[in-house]
């Protein structure tokens, strides 16, 4: 009877633990949407300035400073709740930045800009839930963290270029942004296991200097690509965003990481769905952007 009596107050113990965790992991992801929404309605409304004329801009500097918190409360958040709950909580910053923009521009949000929003999100958490990756953390070999980094170079330099182009769609930088945020965490989880196993010498390691290295211009290079995606509207490039990094991850976890994904056909076909219900709403809101009235932009003054 002791013995049971003890058990029975362990297990509710256990149970009072999990559901305060549940709940201080989506107050931290609802707080990490906000952030990121925010920062990222503040870099739409200067996206028609260069880089330089930026550095000028205090608005713009706090809109950094929101990234670096919600990025800080994101990893926070992985103490309270599993990466398959928190990981579809963050399209949440789409749900929070399209209505935001609406209402900073004085309009209502559009039927398009609902429509695309609605389709984008819940194909997002459908792929999220239904592309599940399994396994221990683990890092990137020396090889593969070099393979990695060059890839990701040479790939975010020619979105890059594609981007600047005459006339070329922001979404090229969108893409890239994504890819280039998505690696930064890669880089981050072999870093912080590295030096979890081996103590803060490991800090000084080729390898782990490497890795701070590229993570440091990896996150310089994605806000400015977010940045110039924005010049143009900011939901469309968002939603892509939101796309690209998560695809990126399972892409770098299951070729890089020995991870693996379910692979039943009822998943695969569901998961295919997910994805065009992604891609239509992204069209949405591309359109959406091209419809909606186009606030003025601030002008610098002094």
Known sequence: MGVTLRESRAYRDWRLLAVTNLIIAITLCVAVAVAYAAAALIQARYAHLKVRELARVPAWWAAIGLNGLGAALHVTSLNFGPLSLIQPLGVLTLVIAVPLTAVTARRRATRLELTGMASTVVGLVGLTLIIKTAGKADTLTRPELTGLIVVTIVLVTLLGLLGRRPAASTLWEAVAGGIA??????????????????????LLWPTTLLAMLAISTFAIVATVLTQRSYRKGLSAPLAVTNLVNPATATVIGVSLLGETIASTGAEIVLAVACGLLSAFGVAQLARARETAPTPEPKVLTG
Do not use: I, Y
């Open 181 to 202: 945020f998505s690696v930064c965490s890669a880089l981050c989880q072999t870093v912080v296991v590295t030096v979890g196993d081996a103590g803060a010498a490991a």
